[in-house]
């Protein structure tokens, strides 16, 4: 298959489109602009429909609505706009909606600045809307990956019918890279989608997808339900990647661009002599506690490094069941740490182990 050199955010687009993808609705904000202004194009020619809503708050609900008829669907925005979105999404998970969510991240908080960041990791992952659910995170590193986990995302959120959320940096939406995209690889559903509103169930009633349970004991049995899919989810989808930790001494804790720098970083302090590696989740919800925990008991000391000010810092201790000393290094407002400062943090770390 031929690469296709595309900005991060037209490739996001049309991956999407190549997943099976057919309605995109959605709110135009920095850096996510060229996903919604792509898919305006791009989905009349595949026989979807691009809708532009009035807010972000209508698209998500608009979202809602599609989903509940079973069509594959998206939306994408940049931070705020997905804050606007977080009522919907628990509206989604109660209804078990299958769908894919991509959040190209800004600097904030507020309206911050336009500029990249990785500090919407704890909205992501633990903070999108009330009640008792999770939603699936996928964040990749590079925008080959990120290519190829949208695909991921579709199969899952229709695997387990629960919204899949994609977090990207701003650096990976906004660079341009040669990629691949699969043609038309995405599984569509088996009509008729037995779950969907407006079938007929067993009994020759018509479906009706909701999430609100007045009687507490339906309602307990409905979040029964969420958490036991969500045990078998965090047994089975889990995702992370290690370089050179075989021997590590200390290890880089990093996830998207940042993990991409501290590869680098890992190749230069090796050739170094240093005993250097790197841990990458790639689905950070449900986080791979297993492959934290398997550092031991080579690694003395982990370096989470992150374009925010420790937002995974929490999940990395842990893993690791506190039993590693964990430091931080991170730069914020829109700042990515370099080769060289977390070069220098490293040094100054593994000087101390001896």
């Not at 972000?56 to 940049?78: D, F, K, P, W, Y």
């Not at 990956?145 to 949208?150: A, F, I, W």
């Amino acid at each position: 298959m031929e690469k296709t050199l595309m900005k991060g955010t037209e490739a996001i687009a049309e991956a999407a489109v190549q997943a099976g993808c057919k309605y995109f609705f959605g709110y135009p904000i920095t850096p996510q602009n060229e996903i919604p202004e792509y898919m305006s194009k791009r989905l009349p020619e595949v026989g979807g429909v691009y809708l532009q809503a009035e807010s972000e708050l209508a698209a998500s609900n608009m979202l809602l609505g599609a989903a509940a008829v079973g069509e594959r669907v998206m939306t994408s925005s940049s931070s705020p706009g997905i804050s606007l979105m977080s009522e919907a999404v628990s509206y989604m998970a109660g209804q078990e909606l299958p769908v894919v969510i991509v959040n190209v991240m800004r600097a904030g908080p507020g309206l911050g600045g336009i500029l990249p960041s990785q500090a919407d990791y704890n909205q992501a992952t633990c903070g999108i809307g009330h009640g008792d659910f999770n939603l699936i995170v996928l964040a990749p590193g590079s925008l080959q990956e990120t290519v190829n986990l949208m695909q991921k995302a579709f199969d899952l959120a229709e695997k387990y019918r629960n919204p899949v959320l994609v977090i990207c940096d701003g650096v990976i939406g906004q660079i341009m890279e040669a990629v691949e995209i699969p043609n038309g690889t995405g599984a569509r559903y088996t009509n008729p989608v037995e779950w969907a509103a407006g079938y007929m169930d067993k009994r020759g009633s018509s479906v009706i997808v909701r999430s609100l349970y007045l009687d507490a004991e339906d309602l307990e049995a409905h979040n029964r339900k969420l958490e036991a899919k969500w045990r078998t989810i965090v047994e089975n989808e889990t995702m992370c990647e290690k370089y050179r930790t075989e021997d590590a001494k200390l290890v880089i804790s990093a996830f998207g661009t940042v993990a991409r720098i501290a590869r680098s970083v890992v190749n230069n302090l090796r050739e170094e002599g240093m005993q250097v590696g790197l841990i990458r989740p790639i689905v950070v919800s449900p986080f791979p506690v297993a492959d934290f925990e398997s550092l031991s008991p080579t690694c003395k000391h982990i370096l989470d490094t992150e374009m925010n000010w420790g937002q995974m810092l929490r999940d990395v201790k842990a893993g690791v069941r506190y039993n590693i000393p964990v430091s931080f290094y991170g730069r914020s407002g829109g700042f990515c740490p370099s080769e060289q400062e977390i070069e220098d943090e490293c040094r100054r770390l593994y000087a101390e182990l001896g």
